[in-house]
């Protein structure tokens, strides 16, 4: 069975001081891993699609990294707007189902 | 503008009632997904359709329905049978080619009165 753990459960940051959020899984051959953010009352919203080792993908302050075992969601110097869940997801080869993670909240602070 | 709805946004039911819950997409996405979201838990997938008139059950599909008649449309029936129905519910669609980037409807939240 597919497993994804995210770490921490919570962050808090001080605006501009860069941190990363982890996401380990295991899963029978990766299709791809997914990140999604997702504000309070509201569904996720797609970042990025990660499908090697090897891979990183950045958009604005966020940067996706991914290993054979894990991968780091990296945010640099966060601003309060970031604050958000951020979901960590899997797909396994041949499935079209997503395992997540249960999510890291961040709270950036101004 | 392309994207996926979802009403109610919040609904209440009453002690043995079925409730429906709808979901609608313009995206010509070919597969549709329910999932249900509680607090400190990742998301549980429901069901799950690939093309119209098919579904398949997912991980916690006691006490649920679904149907897909047209390729827009998942509507998703909690049953009387659901015994702890208070969650977020979100639906999801997504392109059947290769790696299926999953896009994500606003959500719904269900109350038990």
């Known amino acids: 069975e597919d497993q994804v753990t995210q770490s921490p459960e919570a962050l808090r940051l001080q605006e501009g001081e860069s941190s990363s959020l982890n996401c380990s899984y295991t899963?029978?051959?990766?299709?791809?891993l997914f990140w999604y953010r997702q504000d309070p009352g509201k569904g996720p919203e797609f970042l990025f699609t990660?499908?090697?080792a090897g891979e990183e993908k950045e958009k604005e302050r966020l940067k996706a990294t991914l290993t054979k075992k894990e991968s780091f969601l990296h945010i640099t110097a966060p601003k309060p707007e970031d604050s958000a869940t951020y979901l960590c997801?899997?797909?396994?080869?041949?499935?079209?189902?997503?395992?997540f993670g249960a999510g890291t909240t961040v709270t950036v602070r101004a | 503008d392309g994207g996926i709805t979802q009403s109610p946004k919040y609904l209440f039911r009453k002690e043995g009632q079925n409730v429906t819950l709808s979901c609608e997409q313009n995206?010509?996405?070919?597969?549709m997904y329910w999932y249900r979201q509680d607090p400190g838990q990742g998301l549980r997938l429901i069901y799950y359709?690939?093309?119209?008139?098919?579904?398949q059950k997912g991980d916690i599909a006691e006490g649920y329905s679904v149907s897909r008649e047209k390729k827009e449309s998942f509507p998703l029936t909690v049953t009387s049978a659901q015994k702890n129905p208070t969650a977020f519910y979100l639906c999801?669609?997504?392109?059947?080619?290769?790696?299926?980037?999953?896009?994500f409807g606003p959500g719904t939240r269900l109350l038990v009165l």
């Open positions: 999801a669609s997504g392109s059947s080619w290769e790696v299926e980037t999953q896009y």
């Open positions: 899963v029978s051959g990766l299709r791809g």
């Open positions: 990660l499908y090697s």
């Open positions: 997801a899997v797909q396994a080869k041949g499935d079209y189902k997503l395992s």
């Open positions: 995206l010509n996405h070919d597969a």
């Open positions: 359709s690939q093309i119209v008139n098919d579904f």
